[in-house]
């Protein structure tokens, strides 16, 4: 079986994982290197089709054109990272997900959440399944591990370190992480953010000169009252190298999302077996329930509990149990890859 994702590979290793143990054939390309005899077109991540810049009308219509075109010998699967860009302030990429709403012939939700709550948005005849989203298990035995303290001149020793992996999106979002850091019952916390102020972009300072100026600015109004000795923050999407040394590491991680039907971070923490801070959203919820980890409830703001779990060394006796171990079993890629299998081969008539 062919399996085409009709956009290049995104920064997110998470399906590389999938493709590791898979038995068929995954295969990336543009628009126009679809073939018939590929059985099953997959699309993760829409914006990808068009590298994440908006789709103009013509475009729009040409990639209908090719849905019908496709539908004759393939199947349409998407698999449904979340249910808008996050890309997309001005709401300017919802025309491209409802063409995919309309035609997909398959989709893939990472929880229940998804499941029971967006089925009706799809056609009536396509069908849907769970399939889990997969631990990073080739990070744990990856040799490319890059020493993040010298790299960025900070130094780990001694302190209790708190990181946010990924982009944050909004400010709401920067003030959720400070709201939980600030609570965090610890003397020697110590804040490591690598993607902290992508979304903050200088309107009005055009020339490139004023642009570090801008974000020297923000960053100082964002970040107060922290001292400069209890962060460090910076400006780009971490290599995995370092990623991998900051969340070995790490103390604990915070997923500072809002409104996120999912999360790679949160299988990032499984997979090291860390304390995370989870918040009580989209599927996230049950995969933390389902691990005994606390999530902390954005409306009710139960901060106190949660950091009162998350930070006690009780908590590593949950990931050391034999009952963790084996729940964990179920995210191994090796097994999501099968699942994605059989989902393909059924839809596919095989």
């Known amino acids: 079986m062919k399996v085409f994702i009709p956009h290049h590979k995104v920064l997110n290793i998470y399906f590389d994982e999938i493709n590791k143990y898979a038995t068929i054939d995954y295969i990336y390309g543009k628009l126009e290197d679809y073939k018939p005899n590929y059985e099953i077109v997959n699309i993760q991540f829409p914006e990808a089709i068009f590298a994440f810049k908006v789709p103009t009308k013509e475009q729009l219509i040409d990639l209908e054109e090719l849905f019908l075109i496709w ?61 889990n989203h997969p631990l990073y298990d080739s990070l744990l035995n990856t040799k490319e591990v890059f020493d993040f303290q010298d790299k960025f001149k900070v130094d780990f020793q001694d302190k209790y370190v708190v990181s946010a992996i990924g982009s944050f999106r909004s400010m709401e979002e920067v003030r959720l992480l400070l709201a939980i850091f600030n609570k965090i019952p610890v003397k020697n916390k110590f804040l490591v953010v690598p993607n902290m102020l992508q979304f903050v972009k200088p309107k009005y300072f055009r020339p490139y000169r004023f642009r570090n100026i801008y974000k020297y600015i923000s960053e100082k109004i964002i970040c107060f009252p922290l001292k400069k000795e209890q962060y460090f923050f910076d400006n780009r999407f971490l290599e995995y190298g370092y990623m991998t040394d900051l969340v070995r590491n790490s103390s604990l991680i915070i997923i500072p999302r809002i409104k996120n039907l999912n999360s790679g971070n949160l299988f990032l923490g499984l997979t090291y077996d860390k304390p995370m801070v989870i918040p009580k959203i989209g599927n996230l919820t049950e995969v933390a329930e389902y691990f005994d980890l606390p999530t902390l409830d954005l409306k009710k703001r139960n901060y106190n509990e949660v950091l009162s779990i998350v930070t006690d060394e009780k908590i590593n006796k949950i990931f050391k149990s034999n009952e963790y171990l084996n729940k964990k079993e179920q995210f191994h890629p090796k097994k999501i890859s099968k699942e994605y299998e059989s989902f393909f081969k059924t839809l596919g008539g095989i």
């Open 71 to 131: 539908k004759i010998k393939s199947k349409i699967v998407l698999t449904l990272n979340d249910i808008e860009s996050h890309y997309d302030k001005g709401n300017k990429f919802s025309t491209l997900f409802k063409l995919l709403y309309k035609y997909a012939d398959g989709v893939i939700h990472l929880g229940n959440y998804s499941l029971n709550k967006y089925q009706s948005i799809f056609a009536e005849k396509c069908r849907h399944k769970l399939i």
